[in-house]
Each structure stands twice: as structure tokens, then as C-alpha cells.
């Protein structure tokens, strides 16, 4: 729990001690064993504290690639057969500038939070098999590759203020693939948005 204001900020520390190491890491993550729990039986929160990753003349390595703030439920990026339910919070968050996204979650299905600015990153949020999430007051702005969210069933996001900005590779703002019962409500969206199921398989419930 930061102490300040959410606009003070933690550089990310610099890139030096990862030079031609290409791969892709965290800044700040919670990992779990990947097993599935019957109940929400551990709560990580993380609150009111912003993260710049624009370290000016720090250069990133070839190949490398930094996400800010992560939720993974296991640390294999091969391995897609685990998943958890355990709870993690977000409060208060500004999370910007990252090579990365500025938060991803892959496969942790109960994340939770509100009042959070995702800012000038890769992509803003870059979510994978989110299931149940509940997000609120999300600011989603001037990220290069938008924001992504694949298999992410009943995903609900509340207040949502998404644009482009000047530095884009033409992604969408928002792309949701295989997305079933994802739910937008209210706020504001400008630019392109992508939704797109899998026409395949009528009985995926994809859109």
C-alpha cells in the first residue's frame, strides 16, 4: 500500500541488469501454484501507489519485454491447463509507460478493483481466461497496442474511459476475443473496437 498520493510515482528500475536477456518479466507480480481453490481463501491487494516504467536513458534489451503489475496463476506462459481463483485487488493504481502491459492477468479469475489508470504502455491491460473479474473506474489511455482481452468469461468492466492516442500501431482500443458474457458498462470508448468469437464452434458461447 503506497503512502502518497496515487501521481507519486516508483521508477522501474533500470534496464542494465537485464542487457541480452531476451524474455519477458515482471515488475511486480503475484504467482500462484496454479491449483484451483473451492473458495476465495487468500486476498492480495495492492493500493493507492502509481509505477512509471519510462526510466529516460535506460535501453531496453532485444527481444525483451516488462509488464508492470501481474496476476498469474502459474509462470509457464506454455502451460494453459492451470488456472485460480484466488482473489487479487487493485485500489488507487496509475500504472504507465511500460514496455509491456501496463497490467496483465493471465488465467486468475478473481481480480478485482477500482480507480485504475493504465497509461502509455504496450497495451493497457492484457488479460487471458479471466473468469468473474470485476473492474470499475478504468482510465485506458494512449496505449500503443490498446487493450486486450481473450477468453475472458463474464468479465464485467464498470466506467471504462478508453482512447487512442498519438502513438499507435493500429490495434483497436479494446479487442475482445472469445469473450463470453464479457460485460461494458458505462463510461467512454473512442476508437476502433474489435469483438470476434469463434464461428467455428456454435456452441462455444463466444460472443
Not at 511486480?28 to 495492492?46: K, N, P, R, V
Not at 497495451?123 to 468473474?132: L, N, P, Q
Amino acid at each position: 500500500e503506497g503512502s502518497g498520493a496515487i501521481a507519486s510515482t516508483t521508477p522501474l528500475v533500470a534496464y542494465s541488469s537485464l542487457e541480452g536477456a531476451a524474455g519477458t518479466d515482471y515488475l511486480i507480480s503475484m504467482l500462484t501454484d496454479g491449483t484451483s481453490e473451492a473458495g476465495i481463501t487468500q486476498q492480495q491487494a495492492f493500493r493507492n501507489f502509481a509505477v512509471d516504467g519510462q526510466t529516460g536513458d535506460a535501453s531496453i534489451p532485444s527481444g525483451h519485454v516488462r509488464h508492470g503489475l501481474a496476476f498469474i496463476a502459474d509462470d509457464d506462459p506454455l502451460d494453459d491447463s492451470r488456472s485460480t481463483d484466488r482473489m487479487a485487488t487493485m485500489n488507487d493504481l496509475h500504472v504507465m509507460n511500460m514496455p509491456g502491459a501496463s497490467i496483465y492477468v493471465y488465467r486468475n479469475g478473481q481480480v478485482r478493483g477500482s480507480n485504475i489508470k493504465c497509461t502509455g504502455s504496450k497495451w493497457g491491460i492484457y488479460a487471458s481466461g479471466v473468469k468473474d473479474g470485476k473492474l470499475s473506474q478504468v482510465g485506458l489511455g494512449k496505449n500503443e497496442s490498446g487493450n486486450y482481452f481473450v477468453d475472458c468469461a463474464s468479465l464485467k468492466i464498470k466506467d471504462i474511459d478508453a482512447w487512442t492516442g498519438p502513438i499507435s500501431d493500429g490495434s483497436p482500443v479494446i479487442s475482445l476475443i472469445s469473450c463470453a458474457k464479457m460485460q461494458i458498462e458505462g463510461g467512454e470508448i473512442e476508437g476502433m473496437v474489435l469483438v470476434q468469437g469463434d464461428n467455428a464452434d456454435n456452441s462455444s458461447k463466444s460472443y
